[in-house]
């Protein structure tokens, strides 16, 4: 007999709602998280904005679950009372070439089932905004934000009442295989400490392909590199005259330095892209040059001395500098070949949007139907 039926590593957005997901299906499931506390990775180190699926062109799992995770998200928000707001966004274009990338992103939207942006001209986009500066914008009105902590205290409460339960400071160190075929969970630092399940989920961020790396039997071929790109966000200490998101076009690596509201009214722009080589969510105020610039740029009211360093996020990427985007991997049995084993990486952007529809692909991969 195992301990539990699904062990879920990783208390951040995705697995505290795969543990609720599956916890709703009659499960018996533990949640072992490393830190202090849930969602104090890159779930609490974000813009919070509920993407609407505009930007991920030949990625096709981050597309059809950011469309698809979205609608579930803003349904459960109203639902469980998690404050949130459908703001819209304007992303703005000041160059031909930059009008191409709005050309661009407005073809995929629709292939992808979003078919409610709108493009305006400058006049009629400050008819919207009336201090913003832009030759062209795309209206994305089923864009919002919401307040990230709130949602996941309600995922974890819906997951404790359905008899899930969340222990920290518990890090998982390896996963082997018993012989009648349920995993063995090592606890880190701990040298007896160990836990049998029927079913694994690695939902561990930026600790999940080291995790894989000590996942007996796996396939190092199914291992993949992680690499990571901070984000860092520069609060706006002021008034801002602006209801909508505001974002440039995409850049390598992000969707460009862009204005987000928070729920309580707060503003910041980011984040931006830096490539490091470790963990490291320190931000460096040298970079304010460039986010006084961008502000600058698409606000001329925009006052350069309110603008001081916040926070990072850091992206959990399966490709380097240069490298093309990725998209999610959400690799389950039929693709690794280990029944009772789901792993997640690279889940950056929109993750927190997607997370209610990846919870969903991880329940059917695992053969969990409610
Ligand atoms: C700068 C930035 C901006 C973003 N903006 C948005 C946005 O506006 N909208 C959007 O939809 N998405 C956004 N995202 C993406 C979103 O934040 C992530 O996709 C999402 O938070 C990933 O959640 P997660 O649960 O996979 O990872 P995490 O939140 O990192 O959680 C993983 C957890 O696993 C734990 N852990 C690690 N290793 C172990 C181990 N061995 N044992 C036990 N526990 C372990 C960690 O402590 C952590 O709590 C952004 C990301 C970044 C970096």
Redesign the pocket.
């Known amino acids: 007999m195992a301990d539990t039926d699904v062990v879920v ?7 505290l709602a795969v543990a609720r997901r599956l916890a709703l299906a009659g499960l018996d499931v533990m949640i ?4 202090t506390n ?6 609490s ?7 609407a699926g505009l930007y991920y062109d030949g990625l096709p799992l981050k597309s059809s679950l950011c469309v698809s995770g979205r609608q579930m998200l803003y349904e459960y928000c109203a639902r469980r009372n998690v404050p949130h707001r459908r703001t819209g966004k304007l992303i703005v274009a000041f160059t031909d070439q930059e009008r191409g990338a709005l050309d661009k992103i407005l073809d995929h939207a629709r292939v992808a089932g979003v078919d409610d942006l709108e493009l305006l001209d400058g006049a009629q986009a400050r008819e919207m905004e009336p201090e913003l500066a832009c030759a062209w914008a795309l209206h994305s009105p089923s864009t919002g934000i919401l307040d990230s902590y709130a949602f996941m205290l309600a995922l974890l409460s819906d997951a404790e009442q359905a008899g899930a339960c969340l222990v920290k400071r ?4 390896a996963l082997s295989r018993h012989r009648d075929g349920d995993w063995l969970v090592f606890i ?1 630092g701990e040298r007896d400490a160990v836990l049998s399940t029927r079913l694994v989920v690695n ?6 392909c ?2 894989a790396a000590k996942t007996e039997g796996l396939d190092r071929n199914h291992v993949p590199r992680g690499y990571y790109a901070r ?1 860092s966000y520069f609060v706006y200490h002021g008034p801002v005259p602006f209801s909508h998101l505001i974002y440039p076009v995409p850049v390598p690596g992000g969707l460009g330095t862009h204005l987000t509201l928070g729920m309580t009214g707060s503003a910041r722009f ?2 931006d892209v830096e490539w490091i080589d470790q963990l490291d969510y320190s931000v460096d105020p040298s970079r304010g040059d460039l986010f006084r610039a961008a502000a600058g740029r698409i606000w001329p009211g925009f006052r350069p001395d309110l603008l001081q360093p916040g926070y ?5 990427k399966l490709g380097g500098r240069g490298a093309p985007p990725s998209d999610f991997v959400i690799q389950g049995p039929s693709a690794h070949g280990l029944a009772g084993l789901v792993a ?1 990486y690279g ?9 209610l529809a990846i919870a969903e692909t991880v329940a059917s991969q695992l053969g969990a139907s409610r």
């Open positions: 590593i990783g208390a951040g957005v995705v697995g072992l998280e490393a830190e849930f969602g104090t990775a890159t779930s180190r974000n813009s919070e904005v509920i993407h518990t890090g998982v160190s880190d939902a561990a961020g930026h600790g999940a080291a995790l984000g980011g984040p990072c996020g850091i992206r959990p997640l889940i950056e952007s929109p993750g927190l949007t997607a997370s």
